[in-house]
Nanobody
Framework: QVQLVESGGGLVQAGGSLRLSCAVSGRTFSRYVMGWFRQAPGKEHEFVAALSWIGSNTHYGDSVKGRFTISRDDAKNTLYLQMNSLRSEDTAVYYC?????????????????WGQGTQVTISS
């Protein structure tokens, strides 16, 4: 089993920044992809970003391109999401995800492991 624990959410004013962290533990894989989804109240899960462990390829949803950056720290087994220029529409619960393999998916159904989520609220 894989455990994903998010942290770093909170309340911030529009235009501000936050950095989310996701600590990974448990089973390991030779090839895997990690990422972030978010879910605003009354809406479906939205793909935010993904990072392939092999090659460090990154991918972003259109709504966050140029503002969010996904990265990792191998020594700490931690995934990060740096969020800048935050907007009220970024308000959501943010989830860390992981799947075995080399390809990322924007469909939440394709991801195997999910964290418990961390709330991000942007005040205007």
């Amino acid at each position: 089993q894989v455990q994903l624990v998010e942290s770093g959410g909170g309340l911030v004013q529009a235009g501000g920044s936050l950095r989310l962290s996701c600590a990974v533990s448990g089973r390991t894989f030779s090839r895997y992809v990690m990422g972030w989804f978010r879910q605003a109240p009354g809406k479906e899960h939205e793909f935010v970003a993904a990072l392939s462990w092999i090659g460090s390829n990154t991918h972003y949803g259109d709504s966050v391109k140029g503002r969010f950056t996904i990265s990792r720290d191998d020594a700490k087994n931690t995934l990060y999401l740096q969020m800048n220029s935050l907007r009220s529409e970024d308000t959501a619960v943010y989830y860390c995800v992981l799947s075995e393999g080399s390809y990322y998916y924007t469909d939440p159904e394709e991801w195997t492991y999910w964290g418990q989520g961390t709330q991000v609220t942007i005040s205007s």
